[in-house]
Nanobody, 115 residues
Framework: QVQLVESGGGLVQPGGSLRLSCATSRSIFSGYPMGWYRQIPGKQRELVAAITTGGSTITGDSVKGRFTISRDNAKNTIYLQMNSLKHEDTAVYYC?????????WGQGTQVTVST
């Protein structure tokens, strides 16, 4: 069973920062790429950033230069560092991996950017 356990969401003012974490098992962490998606109500889920087992990354155009994905091999955890947050970054953020052609998602964590 694939489990992705997220933490780190919350309320932050525009221009602020948050860091999301996603922990999983050693076998998943070392064997498969992982990433972050986000979803705004009424819109499709969109890719925010992804990272391979070797540490190569891709970042969505809407967050490039502000968000950084990284991995900690000792903790089997990936992170999403979000800086210079904007109102439009408000969404539920989901950790994701794909194993044997099946998509697996974390429970989601709410990020709200507001004054």
């Amino acid at each position: 069973q694939v489990q992705l356990v997220e933490s780190g969401g919350g309320l932050v003012q525009p221009g602020g920062s948050l860091r999301l974490s996603c922990a999983t098992s050693r076998s998943i962490f070392s064997g498969y790429p992982m990433g972050w998606y986000r979803q705004i109500p009424g819109k499709q889920r969109e890719l925010v950033a992804a990272i391979t087992t070797g540490g190569s990354t891709i970042t969505g155009d809407s967050v490039k230069g502000r968000f950084t994905i990284s991995r900690d091999n000792a903790k089997n955890t990936i992170y999403l560092q979000m800086n210079s947050l904007k109102h439009e970054d408000t969404a539920v953020y989901y950790c994701h991996t794909r194993v044997d052609l099946m998509n697996f998602w974390g429970q989601g964590t709410q990020v709200t950017v507001s004054t």
